[in-house]
């Protein structure tokens, strides 16, 4: 899962990193997954050392009565000097930075941070780790836009040129299901909605 939007989500920041909190709308993503995951029965859920991470995946992990495990390893990419800043920003300071990562965002370095290949050496293995440690399980894991799609891409054997056509939104599920031949996607960006009223504004 990704984890659910975050404050200031609308100014639409490269945030990386940074340690930005779940907003109201996030908690109510997270509850309404978690509700429609409670018949599932999970051996683990693991996320992020971020707290907008850790924070979804209590919520998810609550019914379960689970304790979400924590790994770096599984954190969003390191932006660098890109953390914080809008779109608009960079392009301001640094538009040859802006038009190589427009141009090929798989295999752009972040100035001062990670490129999907750093961004791939730590987040596979660890997924591949968490995977046997609960081999012929069900796994939750709670992570980012950048990490879920990174593991996704080695999963099914896809080129970083396919990154970005792999949807990840905000408090939103996919499912990769282990076979004897390799990996198989069984759902991919599925969203829940938040009830009526749940959030306000």
């Known amino acids: 899962m990704r984890h659910g939007s975050v404050v200031g989500a609308e100014t639409r920041r490269f945030i990386g990193h940074l340690d930005v909190p779940l907003s109201p709308l996030g908690e109510a993503q997270l509850e309404a997954l978690a509700a429609r995951l409670r018949g ?3 051996d683990a859920v693991y996320c992020s050392d971020l707290v907008r991470t850790r924070r ?3 919520i998810l992990a609550a019914p379960h009565r689970l304790r979400p495990i924590p790994d770096p390893a599984l954190r969003e990419f390191a932006m660098g000097a ?3 800043l809008t779109a608009e920003q960079i392009r301001a300071f640094d538009p040859d930075a802006f038009a190589a990562w427009m141009g090929d965002v798989g295999r752009f370095q972040f100035p ?3 490129s999907l290949q750093d961004l791939e050496a730590r ?5 591949e780790a968490l995977v046997a440690r609960h081999a012929g399980g069900t796994v939750a894991v709670v992570a980012h836009g950048g990490s879920n799609r990174a593991i996704l ?3 099914l054997g896809l080129g970083p040129d396919r990154l970005l056509a792999l949807g990840q939104d905000f408090g939103a599920l996919s499912l990769l299901e282990r076979r004897r031949a390799g ?3 069984r759902m991919l960006n599925h969203c829940e ?3 009526p009223g749940v959030v306000s504004g």
């Open 183 to 185: 990996w198989r996607l």
């Open 112 to 114: 001062g941070g990670e």
């Open 193 to 195: 909605s938040p009830s």
């Open 153 to 155: 891409c080695r999963a």
């Open 123 to 127: 987040a596979w293995p660890a997924f």
């Open 82 to 84: 890109w953390d914080g």
């Open 56 to 58: 979804s995946a209590e």
């Open 40 to 42: 599932v029965t999970f």
